[in-house]
């Protein structure tokens, strides 16, 4: 396993939309666990494959309990509103409040090409969300109702 550079806000390949993963391939499987190492050492919650320079429709999220790996992955069904500040391993000293799903619902594939479904609610609904959208080249700033300066999140904790 290797540690993988994290793009920063400003890389081009950030705005671009991901391809489908048609095989999961033995590159494929380097690139999950690559990104798992990846994001344990940033202390994330999640991580997109364009963060790290690959345009494939792949994420990892923390659900708290385990690392989810999603191939191709589809918000399916959303349910509520939550309003959130959000961070991004890619804008490094930025945080901002979000609007997202209270609970939402993703298939995707495993590692082992089986379709498996996920509901959440809180941090891992927002970090679903957050994480495909960086599939299609959207970052948390374009959709921050307000961004914040950083003595706002000291106050806050």
Not at 16 to 23: D, F, I, N, Q
Not at 32 to 41: A, F, K, Q, V, Y
């Amino acid at each position: 396993m290797a540690l993988l550079n994290i793009r920063k806000n400003g890389d081009g390949i950030l705005r671009k939309k991901c391809r489908t993963v048609e095989e999961i391939t033995p590159r494929i499987l380097t690139l999950l666990d690559d990104m798992r190492e990846t994001l344990r050492d940033a202390n994330g919650v999640g991580l997109a494959a364009p963060q790290v320079g690959v345009l494939k429709r792949i994420v990892l999220v923390d659900n708290g309990s385990e690392i989810l790996e999603l191939i191709n992955p589809v918000i399916v069904n959303t349910k509520g509103e939550q309003e959130e500040i959000e961070a991004c391993l890619s804008c490094p000293g930025q945080w901002g409040i979000v609007r997202r799903p209270a609970e939402v619902t993703v298939k995707a594939l495993d590692r082992n090409g089986v379709e498996r479904t996920y509901t959440d609610t809180g941090l891992t609904a927002r970090c679903f969300c957050h994480e495909l959208d960086h599939l299609d080249g959207v970052l948390y700033i374009d959709k921050a109702e307000r961004m914040l300066d950083p003595d706002e999140i000291e106050t806050e904790d």
